[in-house]
């Protein structure tokens, strides 16, 4: 009998694969999309080639590191638009697959749910459906929930399938450090370190109290769940409602004057203003983010009294919240961010 099946779809390698289709010349040769294209300038990588990750080229890195780790590769400048139009193309292909429910979670990847007695061929057909539709390929994980699905997809990578479920989780996931799981980073593993947790068997073992401890009521039990392949059966198709709107700028050269900043920031808060507009509700907390040179990030928040779409009032707030870091080290980075008043009836 059919039963229900969470799949997860990643293309393989979507921006440098989208880049090959233009390019077909370059196929099999160290491919680096980020920036502009050009390793000299501030910019991290998007996505390498398979073929630049042999070279230990990987996505956030500075372009300048990946020039210098394959000196021979060739950078190319990003090109939203037809990366979206590519994703959107992927997304309608499995949307037209019979019985498909289709949850997006980015450019290139979706959980798909689907009620089947063969999973695996459902995820074959899938993959048949998009390279006919787009000429690209894509890995598919198949899961009993999101989380077990998602991880299952590193382990199809590329162009395959792999299934992970409650019957092969402990013997596939076990031993694995717990930085392999989902949303579980090297910060968030070290603190699980620090309280003798290192794989994800005695992630699903340890006790709640010494997790909320750390972690607090809601995060605590959720990690040890997340340690456990538990999450989430259904796929969830409901239209996503942006929270916020953000823009940011690396700046190829430092800003050092107040003048500088002072512009700087009013242009993204001008084009946050833009965004939040065409949403239909005004800013309710501003956040900013700032790098200092050489490489120090920080954020901070402020609500307002009011929500607003006045680029000034959102600018001033982002300042004043800069001034009270109170730090003159010249700035490689700026982000201006709006958080939105909810939609009517809530999130």
């Known amino acids: 009998m059919p039963r229900p099946w969470v799949l997860h779809v990643d293309m393989d390698?979507?921006?440098?694969?989208?880049?090959?289709?233009?390019?077909?010349?370059?196929?099999?040769?160290?491919?680096?999309?980020?920036?502009?294209?050009?390793?000299?300038?501030?910019?991290?990588?998007?996505?390498?080639?398979?073929?630049?990750?042999?070279?230990?080229?990987?996505?956030?890195?500075?372009l300048r590191i990946a020039a210098r780790k394959c000196p021979d590769a060739v950078f190319l400048p990003v090109d939203f638009p037809v990366y979206e139009a590519a994703s959107a193309q992927v997304m309608a292909t499995l949307r037209a697959h019979p019985g498909a429910v289709v949850e997006v979670l980015g450019w290139?990847?979706?959980?798909?749910?689907?009620?089947?007695?063969?999973?695996?061929?459902?995820?074959?057909?899938?993959?048949?459906?998009?390279?006919?539709?787009?000429?690209?390929?894509?890995?598919i994980g198949i899961g009993d929930t999101l989380v077990r699905a998602k991880i299952a997809t590193e382990f199809g990578k590329p162009q395959g399938t792999f299934v992970l479920t409650e019957d092969n989780w402990?013997?596939?996931?076990?031993?694995?450090?717990?930085?392999?799981?989902?949303?579980?980073?090297?910060?968030?593993?070290?603190?699980?370190?620090?309280?003798g947790i290192r794989t994800v068997a005695?992630?699903?073992?340890?006790?709640?109290?010494?997790?909320?401890?750390?972690?607090?009521?809601?995060?605590?039990?959720?990690?040890r769940d997340l340690g456990r392949g538990h999450g989430r059966h259904h796929v969830d198709d409901?239209?996503?409602?942006?929270?916020?709107?953000?823009?940011?700028?690396?700046?190829?050269?430092?800003?050092?004057?107040?003048?500088?900043?002072?512009a700087a920031v009013r242009e993204l808060a001008r084009r946050v203003v833009e965004d939040i507009e065409r949403e239909g509700r005004a800013c309710a907390r501003v956040h900013l983010k700032v790098r200092f040179k050489p490489f120090f990030t920080t954020t901070r928040i402020r609500k307002l009294a009011e929500p607003t779409y006045d680029a000034d009032m959102i600018a001033d707030t982002a300042l004043d919240l800069l001034a009270a870091l109170d730090d003159d080290r010249p700035i490689r980075l700026l982000g201006v961010r709006a958080e939105m008043v909810p939609p009517e009836g809530g999130y």
């Open 13 to 62: 390698q979507f921006l440098a694969a989208v880049e090959l289709l233009r390019r077909p010349e370059l196929r099999g040769k160290p491919v680096v999309v980020g920036g502009r294209g050009d390793p000299t300038e501030r910019a991290v990588v998007s996505t390498a080639s398979y073929e630049a990750r042999e070279f230990g080229i990987r996505s956030g890195m500075p």
């Open 238 to 262: 409901t239209p996503w409602v942006p929270r916020a709107h953000g823009r940011e700028t690396t700046y190829q050269r430092d800003l050092e004057t107040p003048e500088e900043v002072d």
């Open 170 to 195: 402990v013997e596939v996931m076990g031993e694995r450090p717990t930085t392999a799981l989902w949303g579980v980073g090297p910060r968030i593993g070290a603190r699980l370190e620090s309280l």
């Open 202 to 223: 005695e992630l699903a073992s340890a006790a709640v109290d010494e997790l909320v401890g750390e972690f607090g009521p809601n995060t605590g039990p959720y990690f």
């Open 108 to 139: 290139d990847e979706a959980f798909v749910g689907i009620e089947t007695e063969d999973p695996v061929a459902t995820a074959h057909a899938l993959q048949a459906e998009v390279l006919a539709a787009t000429d690209l390929h894509c890995s």
